[in-house]
């Protein structure tokens, strides 16, 4: 039984429950981090030094870091399922989970954190507008990039789709001005079918803090 510690309403634990739902296999998630605490406990620190979430433990092994934990499942779980079929298919998915993590995350952050995660008195307007221009340009070029195909790394779905699905879906759901996104909403259309999306992903977060609060209880 793997054992996974995080709040369902941070972005870098809905990675890895995903992940596990679409691999089929068991596990249990204890709540720690953001309003619930326990990050400093003596025992998850020997988990996760960093005090971060997610952590994971499987049997013998403890191990931190979303995309880290994700090529772990992939690899020992997920033939089938998130391990990509073939070396192209392989490449995409990686170059997807690094672009997701340098280009486009990063201004996705401080639209959220100004908007939901903040008092809107605190709130920096300005790099709100900064990071929405920024993230339409990414995401154009995404658009492209990704064309016609079903998935990110081809005709399958892989774990390379799992951390720009988790981020899309915040980015569709903040009351900000998007570009025109043909391909990705189609991309997005098909993540919303699948159960495990639904479950772990797809979950409210709320237009304020407030809200956020709310929903953050509510998910425990």
């Given at each position: 039984m793997i054992t996974v510690w995080g709040r369902r309403s941070s972005v870098n634990v809905q990675k890895v429950l995903w992940a596990l739902g679409e691999s089929?296999?068991?596990?249990?998630?204890?709540?720690?981090?953001?309003?619930?605490?326990?990050?400093?406990?003596?025992?998850?620190?020997?988990?996760?030094?960093?005090?971060?979430?997610?952590?994971?433990?499987?049997?013998?092994?403890?191990?931190?870091?979303?995309?880290?934990?994700?090529?772990?499942?992939?690899?020992?779980?997920?033939?089938?399922?998130?391990?990509?079929?073939?070396?192209?298919a392989l490449a995409l998915a990686e170059q997807w989970v690094e672009w997701t993590t340098t280009t486009f995350a990063p201004p996705i952050s401080p639209i959220f954190w100004n908007k939901i995660r903040m008092p809107a008195e605190e709130a920096d307007q300005q790099a709100v507008m900064q990071a929405e221009r920024t993230s339409a340009e990414v995401l154009r070029l995404a658009d492209r990039l990704?064309?016609?195909?079903?998935?990110?790394?081809?005709?399958?779905?892989?774990?390379?789709?799992?951390?720009?699905?988790?981020?899309?879906?915040?980015?569709?759901?903040?009351?900000?001005?998007?570009p025109s996104l043909p391909n990705l909403d189609r991309w997005f259309e098909g993540?919303?079918?699948?159960?495990?999306?639904?479950?772990?992903?797809?979950?409210?977060?709320?237009?304020?803090?407030?809200?956020?609060k709310t929903h953050e209880q509510e998910l425990k």
């Amino acid at each position: 039984m793997i054992t996974v510690w995080g709040r369902r309403s941070s972005v870098n634990v809905q990675k890895v429950l995903w992940a596990l739902g679409e691999s089929g296999v068991e596990f249990e998630r204890v709540t720690v981090g953001g309003s619930f605490g326990g990050l400093d406990a003596r025992d998850y620190k020997k988990l996760n030094p960093m005090s971060l979430v997610p952590a994971i433990k499987d049997g013998t092994i403890a191990m931190s870091e979303s995309h880290a934990i994700l090529r772990y499942l992939a690899r020992r779980y997920g033939k089938g399922t998130l391990q990509p079929r073939g070396f192209r298919a392989l490449a995409l998915a990686e170059q997807w989970v690094e672009w997701t993590t340098t280009t486009f995350a990063p201004p996705i952050s401080p639209i959220f954190w100004n908007k939901i995660r903040m008092p809107a008195e605190e709130a920096d307007q300005q790099a709100v507008m900064q990071a929405e221009r920024t993230s339409a340009e990414v995401l154009r070029l995404a658009d492209r990039l990704l064309g016609r195909k079903p998935f990110v790394a081809g005709k399958s779905f892989t774990y390379g789709d799992i951390p720009l699905g988790t981020n899309y879906w915040r980015y569709k759901n903040l009351e900000i001005d998007r570009p025109s996104l043909p391909n990705l909403d189609r991309w997005f259309e098909g993540l919303k079918e699948r159960p495990a999306y639904r479950q772990w992903v797809m979950v409210p977060f709320g237009r304020n803090l407030a809200e956020w609060k709310t929903h953050e209880q509510e998910l425990k």
